[in-house]
Structures are given as structure tokens and as C-alpha cells.
């Protein structure tokens, strides 16, 4: 049974996923510790992938394929013909650097798939960077949102533009469907639905 779910306008349901996954080879960097405790989030711009595992990154020669922001601009040039095909899309963790990717590819609608991987459920940086790529960066095609994503996180994963949603593996899809119903109608303005409430709605009397 697939764990992915995926909107169609204002519709969601479970679906069959027709992009591969490519993964970054293990690596082996050292815990790292902050007043003698671990330190459980990746800073914003930190360094997590080595020259090494980007050169052992296996990519499928043929089908749907979302490679790693770092893996997509070393190779950029070889995977060329295969972008403007439509096969592949590129996804990034909550901690490494959006401009990264815009430096590398101006025009982000040329990528038909965006994903970003949240490593621990409270990091909330996904939230921004999906209203990022939505708002300042004008990204139109599917973004989808993996890793440790919950049933509590999809109705507020919506609003920031997401579009499906990997649930994470020991967790019902089916189950988690119903969540982006949670509430009837937003008050805040989100990337689903830039007007607040207040101005939505005719308060004459």
C-alpha cells in the first residue's frame, strides 16, 4: 500500500508514486555537541555532504528520478538532456540553502518535481521554505513534502504550498487523509489562500 498522498485542487487521496527516491550514500560525520548535549537540528547553511558521497550517488538511467540538491548541481550538466525530458526533480533537506538551488536553476518551473525532507517532525523550516519556493520564487509544479511527516502536519503543509505528502512509513495514509479537513475554514493568509478571513467575508450589515 503507498504512503503517498496527493492533492488535486481541492481533493486528496492516496496514490501510486511514479518518481524514484535516489538517496545520498551513508556518511560518516561525527555527533555533533553543543554544551555537552547533541545538537538534534542541522544549522541552516551547514555542510552535511561530502565530495565523496555525491560522486557515489547511484542514479537510475532511465524513468522519474528526484536526485539531491547537492548531487543535481555537481552533475547538472550530465543530467541535462534528462531535465528538459521532464525526468528529473530535485529534493533538499530543511537545513541546506534554497539560493543554492536558484543559482544552479534560474527557471525552477523547468523542474516538474521539488521535494524537501524534514528530518525531525518540530522542525519547522519546511513550513517556510515551501511558502518560499510558492511566493518569492513563483514554483508551480508539484512540491512535495517527506521524512518524518505526520498526520498533524498535512493540513498546515497545505497552506504552505505543498501539494503531496510522503507519510512516514510506520503511519496510515488513509489515516492521515482526513487531517487536511481538520478545520473548515483557515483565518490566517497562507500560499492556499493569501486573504485573511476578514477580508473574505462581507461584514456590512
Excluded: C
Excluded at 59 to 87: D, H, W
Excluded at 137 to 150: H, K, M, S, T
Amino acid at each position: 500500500m503507498s504512503n503517498l498522498i496527493k492533492l488535486n485542487g481541492h481533493t486528496a487521496s492516496v496514490a501510486e508514486d511514479e518518481w524514484l527516491l535516489v538517496s545520498l550514500p551513508a556518511s560518516e560525520a561525527e555527533e555533533r555537541k553543543q554544551a555537552g548535549k547533541v545538537v538534534l537540528f542541522k544549522l541552516t547553511g551547514e555542510n552535511t555532504v561530502t565530495n565523496k558521497q555525491i560522486a557515489n550517488t547511484v542514479i537510475p538511467t532511465t524513468g522519474k528520478v528526484i536526485v539531491p540538491l547537492s548531487v543535481f548541481i555537481a552533475r547538472k550538466a550530465v543530467l541535462q538532456a534528462r531535465i528538459s525530458k521532464g525526468e528529473i526533480g530535485v529534493w533538499l533537506s530543511t537545513h541546506e540553502v534554497l539560493e543554492h538551488l536558484i543559482k544552479s536553476q534560474p527557471d525552477l518551473n523547468g523542474l516538474p518535481m521539488m521535494a524537501i525532507h524534514v528530518e525531525r517532525f518540530a522542525d519547522g523550516r519546511i513550513f517556510s521554505l515551501g511558502t518560499l519556493l510558492r511566493t518569492r520564487y513563483g514554483y508551480q509544479n508539484e512540491l512535495r513534502a517527506f521524512g518524518d511527516v505526520l498526520r498533524d502536519q498535512l493540513y498546515f503543509l497545505k497552506r504552505s504550498g505543498f501539494t503531496s505528502f510522503q507519510i512516514r512509513a510506520d503511519r496510515s495514509a488513509e489515516d492521515a487523509l482526513a487531517s487536511l479537513n481538520d478545520f473548515s475554514v483557515p483565518y490566517q493568509g497562507a500560499v492556499d489562500e493569501p486573504q485573511p478571513v476578514f477580508q473574505r467575508y462581507n461584514r456590512a450589515v
